[in-house]
T-cell receptor, first 117, second 115 residues
Framework: GAVVSQHPSWVICKSGTSVKIECRSLDFQATTMFWYRQFPKQSLMLMATSNEGSKATYEQGVEKDKFLINHASLTLSTLTVTSAHPEDSSFYIC?????????????FGPGTRLTVL | AQSVTQLDSQVPVFEEAPVELRCNYSSSVSVYLFWYVQYPNQGLQLLLKYLSGSTLVKGINGFEAEFNKSQTSFHLRKPSVHISDTAEYFCAVSEANQAGTALIFGKGTTLSVSS
């Protein structure tokens, strides 16, 4: 099956700093990637849809200037949390859509745990 | 727009007992339906999916689900659970035949299997 990786898996940073999270599709090309946020013991909330070569589409209530998304290639999307604050601490999960089988199934990365002190 | 309701937030069961995790959805268009499992501090693993065809879908780890269009349900079942099935389970929906749409998730059901 298709594999999606995320890096880093854990990150701890000081308040006010920026953190970049990478999402890679390892064995397929992903024209679309999605970024989700998950609070403890809660569901995944879609933050934005990232299409290769174009601007990301953000969900209502998600600050595009705070959560910068770049999908520069068919295998890499990055999420940068700018000027992070403790309330940004969360589990961030990406998924990538594999269009090879005609259905466009999504495959999820293992997630990145962000802790802002 | 679609929405998903998982009717039970927590389901405690004993090992080797059967289990059903309930999921209802709402949509004005045709949908694809999914069940994912999440172990602590990990990403999501696809258990099974319904795209079209047979309404009874078999997945990994002995799980199956039945799509019921009239009741807009997609309940997940397993005839005999193991301790290792303890995890968070998410039901999700996406609009059928639309490649650009994201998954909409339910709030999740915590399955706790004890001996």
């Amino acid at each position: 099956g298709a594999v999606v990786s995320q890096h880093p898996s854990w990150v701890i940073c000081k308040s006010g700093t920026s953190v970049k999270i990478e999402c890679r599709s390892l064995d397929f090309q992903a024209t679309t990637m999605f970024w989700y946020r998950q609070f403890p013991k809660q569901s995944l909330m879609l933050m934005a849809t990232s299409n290769e070569g174009s601007k990301a589409t953000y969900e209502q209530g998600v600050e595009k200037d705070k959560f910068l998304i770049n999908h520069a290639s068919l295998t890499l999307s990055t999420l940068t949390v700018t000027s992070a604050h403790p309330e940004d601490s969360s589990f961030y999960i990406c998924s990538a859509r594999d269009g090879r089988n005609g259905f466009f199934e999504q495959f999820f990365g293992p997630g990145t745990r962000l802790t802002v002190l | 727009a679609q929405s998903v309701t998982q009717l039970d937030s927590q389901v405690p069961v004993f090992e080797e007992a059967p289990v059903e995790l309930r999921c209802n959805y709402s949509s004005s268009v045709s949908v694809y339906l999914f069940w994912y499992v999440q172990y602590p501090n990990q990403g999501l693993q696809l258990l099974l999916k319904y795209l079209s065809g047979s309404t009874l879908v078999k997945g990994i780890n002995g799980f199956e689900a039945e799509f019921n269009k009239s009741q807009t349900s997609f309940h997940l079942r397993k005839p005999s659970v193991h301790i290792s099935d303890t995890a968070e389970y998410f039901c999700a929906v996406s609009e059928a035949n639309q490649a650009g749409t994201a998954l909409i998730f339910g709030k999740g059901t915590t399955l706790s299997v004890s001996s």
